[in-house]
């Protein structure tokens, strides 16, 4: 694997910024209690992938102050992120996520749900809040950003629905899975990349950078996918073939399913209707995976997209990149969203 | 009880033409099956109480152009609305609303969620949908009116925290109530009533009737409350007691706990505690908050505070007004909110 070590310390720069903007700002409030649980699982850690999105795309088109004026829209993307995953915890029953305790698990649900709609409010008013003290943002800029976060939510909840929907159904074409993640996850990784180029004041480039921040979004969830079935587990977290165990409908079983032929086939319809559970028929179901060509079709479109998210940046005229650095970071990103090991 | 035929003919006007924008700019979406649970209760009826405080102010300063250009804001917060409904039932385990089935009754707490997580983000949608169409909007007045939802959202969440913190306890002020329902019913209809001064372009007048919403929805709730334990069933369609049963925190009870003595208080703490079911006993505790004066309390506080709202009105100066129709249907909303015997 590459060196990502300019990314990753870029990276870590960055949540230290945006944790501490969000901690300041909009972590007390009362009741106390229901703070608490709205910024429990924040509170946990992540990658604060979004928010590095939004900042960089503002260094790489504004400089140093855009990634300044930056910091609410970052807030915002995680804030955003944090409620979904509260209310995914809910919908999917976890236990624990981020090593801890999932909100409900703590909490109970109707006081997660709560917690959550609180970060989602939290995250509008984080928006907003853009609005205060710098000069550079005029409230035009500011309503595009809350417009494009309203798209996103829209989307994101859309994504969940269907993934929802999908679970009922085994003939789920991988299409429409894809149509699904950008949703589901795309979505709001594009809203960051666009809010980056607002708070550049560089509206002109806002689709494009959505454009680049929807291929990352929709290649990072194929390669969640990916080290589902085939990371190594004390490296991602997360134990082996657990996709597999649950008939999650993934990009790789989709495409294993329509290119498996006779006992392969049953083999993966069960792991479809998640009714396989012992070790060796998931294993078996991981071969077959590899064997079907699903692996190898999964990596290459992860990699093309990339590969595409990277050649727009490079499109992006040499005079309005304000920071190359910043470029170089979001091109490492997409490098590293495929080939990552956790 | 006074006539309130004009105010109910005004209303049930602007309930359809708000119903009608609903419709058709947001219902139909997909997957189908989420939109369809997002507008169950939506469909199921409603007083449209909001949005009538929308649509109203906006007329009555800003004339009948006014009240069109207020449609996407009286739309946002009828969604709004539903979207707590559908959270709250969840956290209620209620079954039914509105004659119908909750929706979490219909189709699962998982896709109940998020059929509510979607009215709340289409809330915003419309709100920013104002942008498009009149001319009459500018790109401020819409932030502005974002804000404001953005504002109430977080109070709303708040409110909701408190109540659920309250139920655990017994020992509420019922000056802490009053701040609680102010967030959790009075912030909506505040945001509702500042919402039409926004859309009559009249932002100097945004506190002001903010200050009158919040006193009609803080009456409103209080007159809720009477009704649930005074009220006739077969007009409020609710059965007796229910809140006395469930031992839910209203003013009268918190009041009458504070002013009884004796055999009463230990009545009154047993409603407190949710431990008294049996009529006879929830019998005797409408009396003890007779005869404490918890319900005189009640009823004066609601009479003052809609008194109030009036008189705000009443002080607005004459050449603001545009419509006098308008402000005497907001004048008898006032007052058909303490009056009102459902």
Known sequence: MADFSRLLSLASTYAARVDWFVYSKFENGAPEELYRAAFHLYRAGGKRFRPFVVMATARMLG????????????????????????????????DYRRGVPTTHRIWGVPYAILAGDLDYALSFKSIISAGSGSEAFDRTCILDAVETMVEASIRVAEGQGYDMLFERRI??????????????????????????????????????????????????????????????????????????????????????????????????????RGEARDEETLRRAAEIIRETGALEYAENLARRMADTAIKILDDIGEDVIEDEDAKEALVELARFTVEREK
Chains 1, 2 share one sequence.
Do not use: W
Not at 63 to 83: I, K, M, N, R, W
Not at 204 to 232: C, H, P, S, W
Not at 241 to 265: I, M, P, Q, S
């Open 63 to 94: 400089g140093p102050q855009s990634e300044s004026d930056a910091l609410p829209f970052a807030a915002a993307v995680e804030l955003f992120h944090t409620y979904t995953l509260i209310h995914d915890d809910i919908m999917d029953d976890d």
């Open 171 to 272: 003939d789920v074409d991988y299409h429409d899975y894809l149509s699904m993640i950008y949703r589901k996850t795309g979505a709001l990784i594009e809203a960051s990349a666009k809010l980056g180029a607002i708070a550049a004041c560089q509206t002109n480039l806002k689709e494009t950078m959505g454009e680049y921040g929807r291929l990352v979004g929709i290649a990072f969830q194929i390669r969640d996918d990916i080290l589902g079935v085939f990371g190594d587990p004390s490296k991602t977290g997360k134990p082996i073939y657990n996709d597999l165990r649950r008939g999650k409908k993934t990009l790789l079983v989709l495409y294993a399913y329509k290119h498996a032929a006779g006992e392969d086939k049953k083999i993966i319809e069960s792991v479809l």
